[in-house]
């Protein structure tokens, strides 16, 4: 029987990892901008996290999630890379406040021809959206609604 380390991966409280075999397939499917922080929980987390969290937990907070009071006003961040065996990517993430309500969403895409192997091209094409939506009741209770496509 083979043993190993394995990680348990959240997005604001949504597990990432596959219910099947427990692994993370390294895909974070936000932007980057979107990211208020992220915790890490070393060592066997398995008692509060279950049994997918042996190696520790991972805890991404985005900043819908994170903010308890905003300013009212936007923001629109874009961001474009790319790369030698031709990646490319995009991101695009915007965030609107008033009051205490507060709308963000974004798209992701990473696409690659990939590098040859074997005869063959590994390459991937990843397109994700997401949209959240925050309301803040009082002081210690907030409303979120959040959709990942």
């Not at 991966?9 to 990432?16: F, Y």
């Not at 790319?82 to 990646?87: E, F």
């Given at each position: 029987?083979a ?5 348990l ?8 990892n596959?219910?099947?075999t427990?692994?993370?397939n390294?895909?974070?499917p936000?932007?980057t ?7 890490v ?25 994170a903010s ?10 874009l961001?474009?890379t ?6 490319m990517?995009?991101?695009c ?14 798209i992701?895409?990473n ?10 091209r590994g390459?991937?094409n ?7 939506v ?5 002081d210690?209770w907030?409303?979120?609604f959040?959709?990942?496509?």
């Open positions: 029987m043993l190993f380390q394995q990680v991966v959240i997005l604001d409280g949504v597990r990432l596959d219910p099947n427990g692994h993370f390294s895909y974070i936000i932007a901008e979107e990211i208020e922080r992220i915790e929980l070393k060592g066997a987390s398995s008692a509060i996290y279950g049994s997918d969290a042996v190696g520790g937990v991972i805890n991404i907070i985005t900043k819908t999630f308890r009071t905003r300013q009212d006003g936007g923001e629109l961040r961001q474009a790319g790369g030698h065996i031709q990646p990517g995009h991101q993430r915007g965030l609107v406040s008033k009051n205490k309500t507060a709308i963000a969403g974004g992701v895409t696409n690659t021809d990939g590098q040859l192997q074997r005869g063959t390459y991937f990843n397109t994700t959206g997401s949209l959240s925050s309301q803040q009741l009082n210690a907030q409303l979120v959040a959709i990942i496509l």
